[in-house]
């Protein structure tokens, strides 16, 4: 073994040049799949968790059929054997009350439709990073229970200013038509316009006054101390429910089109280093190849004094595998380098970049993971194409005979 471990080494070496070659090619493969992988995640994560944080939190406790049919009629109380079960569940970092509504503002002349949030501002602040989007004026408290915090769009649209008093017009969950008069002390930039137009922040007592919920919420929002580890939590917070009639969905179930947006961008970039492989894998077959043929008549000799077709195989894959190793090795490395850059400094767009990016809900930011998956499954990607390259090759070492090897010119 240690002599077809020498002769793999030295055969490498025969040819410096198309070896160093190859050897570069694998790097900057690994390289690219790194700092590529990296980033997605990275950026990835980050957006996961802006998202996440802004309002609907990681994991969500619904009453079934609620979030295909969101109706007040769907709502429930927050018992103490919920809030117990919760608490006692490791990883949960905080939860808090949320309520969701329909209804009419008005301010004069002018009418508007809205989208009311209620929730405690004091939980909240736990929960949920909505407290980071304010844009103007305060946000509410809880002592002062009538007051709001609208979008921007939406204060702009009505014609009215920070310090006015508007009205709300909802149907309660009792049937009745509420209204309620507030003062806007606020106001919120999410950066999706439609969101800016419609939302209206509220405290969940006041929310639950207007629509006479009598201490009813539509959710309970819930933050985790780790994103790796939100399916343990939901099953846990599945098993431990005792109300048949409650629900758990994770963000992906609450916001699906974010999800599928996030899923399609990773189909591109798995395409794009698929392509990137598959032109890594030709550069390996043409190198072992060549190599190959070239040593059809040493082969030849080599098998008519002995040597088994087997050990001929053996060298050849060792010569793949180590110019695949160093290859890796080198492309870890470097690409390591990368990412901890890009983790340590992220890339902040600025002007019209980070206007389009926020238009669309995304933060105008690049960051990078150093998850050992990223390094893993790039590294696995390129030695598995490396191996299926030098299958051609190997197929006909083996098919390989001593005379054939001997005349062949």
Do not use: H
């Not at 696995?380 to 001997?406: C, D, F, Q, T």
């Amino acid at each position: 073994m240690k002599l077809i471990l020498k002769l793999a080494w030295r055969n490498i070496w025969r040819n410096k040049r198309r070896s160093i070659l190859t050897l570069l090619a694998v790097t900057f493969a690994v390289i690219a799949s790194i700092a590529m992988r990296g980033i997605q995640e990275g950026t990835y994560e980050l957006n996961i968790k802006n998202a996440v944080e802004i309002f609907s939190g990681y994991l969500q406790i619904q009453e079934k059929g609620y979030l295909n049919n969101p109706s007040l009629a769907k709502s429930f109380k927050p018992t103490e054997d919920l809030k117990s079960t919760l608490s006692n569940v490791d990883g949960i970092k905080a939860y808090s009350t949320r309520i969701n509504a329909d209804g009419l503002i008005s301010f004069k002349d002018n009418s508007l439709g809205c989208a009311i949030f209620g929730l405690n501002p004091q939980s909240s602040q736990e929960t949920s990073r909505i407290f980071s989007k304010l844009n103007e004026g305060r946000f509410f408290t809880e002592l002062e229970s009538y007051e709001i915090v609208i979008g921007y769009k939406l204060l702009k649209n009505l014609k009215a200013d920070i310090g006015d008093e508007i009205v709300i017009l909802a149907q309660g969950f009792d049937g009745s038509l509420g209204n309620m008069k507030f003062k806007i002390v606020g106001t919120t930039k999410m950066g999706m316009q439609d969101f800016d137009a419609m939302s209206v922040f509220m405290d969940t007592k006041s929310a639950q006054e207007l629509l006479s919920l009598y201490g009813r919420i539509t959710a309970l929002a819930i933050d985790i101390n780790s994103f790796d580890d939100l399916c343990d939590i939901k099953e846990e917070i599945k098993a431990n429910l005792k109300n048949e009639e409650l629900v758990v969905l994770d963000w992906k179930e609450l916001m699906p089109d974010f999800e599928q947006s996030i899923q399609l961008d990773n189909i591109s970039g798995i395409f794009f280093l698929a392509i990137l492989f598959v032109i890594v894998a030709f550069g390996i077959l043409n190198t072992v190849l060549m190599s190959v043929t070239e040593r059809f008549k040493e082969f030849g000799i080599s098998l008519s004094i002995g040597m088994s077709n087997y050990k001929l195989v053996l060298v050849v894959l060792l010569e793949t595998l180590f110019i695949t190793i160093i290859g890796l090795i080198l492309g870890n490395i470097i690409g390591f380098g990368i990412n901890l850059y890009i983790f340590n400094n992220p890339i902040q767009f600025g002007s019209e970049y980070a206007w389009m990016y926020e238009e669309y809900g995304f933060l105008p930011r690049i960051e990078a993971s150093l998850k050992f998956s990223v390094f893993f499954n790039s590294s696995i990607s390129i030695l598995i194409a490396s191996v299926v390259a030098a299958v051609y090759p190997i197929v006909k070492v083996i098919r390989l005979e001593p005379l054939k090897g001997i005349r062949y010119t």
